[in-house]
C-alpha cells in the first residue's frame, strides 16, 4: 500500500526546506497545511518565545474508529547546519548530498515516514484508534521545543496518547531504543590573581594551572558501562605577560543512574577543594539538569510489541540502550512511554549524512502494522 514513489519525492521536497533550529517557521507551515490537508485537527504550542525560536510545536489528531487509547507519533523539525542550499545526489538507494551539506534525513526522514502512514491510512479506509502526532522544533538545541510546551494548556481531546513512537533514531529499522540516559551539564569558573608573568609572577594564581590542576584529577570519558563524562569547552583570554586571574571549562555528564551523576559531580567539588587549599584562588561550580532519563514505565511491554511486528515482516529486530538523548526524554518526565526507531538515516550530523530508503520503507511498513 506504501506510494513509494511518494515517499522518495515528498522527503526531496521538505529536504529542500531550509529549516535550522530556531528557524523552522516556514517548513512548520508546510506541515500544517499538510496535516489539514489531510483532514486532521492541529493543535499549536507557541511557546517558542521562551528560547529565541519562531516555529509551534505542532499537535494534530487524527480521530479513530476503533475503541482505545491510540498512539502517538513524534519527529522534530529542525536539523543540523550546515544546510542550506542542499544539494542531492541519488545513488540507488541511498540519498545523500554532495557533500557541502547535511541532508536533513535527521529528522525529515521520520517525518516523511509519519506522513505517509497517515496518507496509506486515509487512502484505505484502515480501521484505527486514535492517531497522536507531536512535530518539535528545537530538538537539536536541547530539545528546546519539547521543554517548553505548555501542557496546561493543550487541550484534553489533544492531549496525546501515552504510547509514543518517536520516529528519530539513527541506523536500520528494527533498531528499538527504549532507554536512554539523563545529562548534567555543569561549569566551573576559576579566579585566580593577576600579575606581570615576567616581573612579579610569584604574586599571581594562574586560573589555567588551577584549571589544569582539576582537570588532572577528575574522571572524564567512559567513566562506567552507564555514566560518560566529557568537558567540551574551555577558555580564558589573556595576553602572554599577565598571569591569568579567570578560566572556565565547562562539560557534561550522562547516566543512567541519577544517583552516579550526583556521585560525580560531588567528586568534581572535592577536586575543586583540594585545588583551592594548594594554589589559593576561588572557584564557582554550577551544574543542572538538561534532560531527565528515558525510561520504560511497563516492563517494556510496548517496546516487545514493536519487535514482534518487525520480526512478523521478516525484519530483524533488536531493543537497545542507547546514550544519547532526543524529545523522547523530556516526554518521559510528562508520564509518556516511548520507544524509538530507526528509518535508515547514518551518518547523522554530519555532511556525510545519508538515508537508505529501503529501511525507510520497512519502518513505515512497520508502523502501519502496529497501527492497524
Known sequence: MINKKRVLDNFLEMVNIYSPSKNEKEYGDYLI????????????????????GNCPTIFAKLKGNLEGEG???????DVIEPNKDVQ???????IRTDGRSTLGGDDKAGIACILEVIKVIKENNMSHKDIFLILTPGEEIGMAGAKSINWENVPKEMKPAKNMIVVDNAGQAGLVAHTAPSK???KIEFCGKKAHAGIEPEKG?????????????IEIGRIDSFTTSNIGKIESNFP????????????????????????IIENYKSACENMKKEMGGEYIFSSFCDFPPLKPNDDLKFAKEFVQIYESLGIKSELKTIGGGSDSNI?????????IIGVGMYDVHTVEENLHTLELFKTIKAVLKYIS
Open 88 to 94: 542531492i545526489i541519488i545513488d540507488g538507494d541511498i
Open 184 to 186: 548534567y551539564n555543569f
Open 331 to 339: 516526554f518521559a518526565k510528562e508520564g509518556y512511554n516511548s520507544i
Open 205 to 217: 594564581i594562574n586560573s589555567i594551572v588551577m584549571a589544569g590542576k582539576v582537570l588532572s584529577n
Open 71 to 77: 498512539i502517538t507519533l513524534a519527529a522534530h523539525l
Open 240 to 263: 602572554t605577560n599577565v598571569v591569568p586571574d579567570n578560566c572556565y571549562f565547562e562539560g557534561e555528564i550522562r547516566g543512567h543512574q541519577e544517583e552516579r551523576i550526583l556521585d
Open 33 to 52: 497545511k499538510k496535516l489539514e490537508e489531510l483532514g486532521l485537527t492541529i493543535y499549536l504550542d507557541n511557546n517558542f518565545q521562551d528560547y529565541s
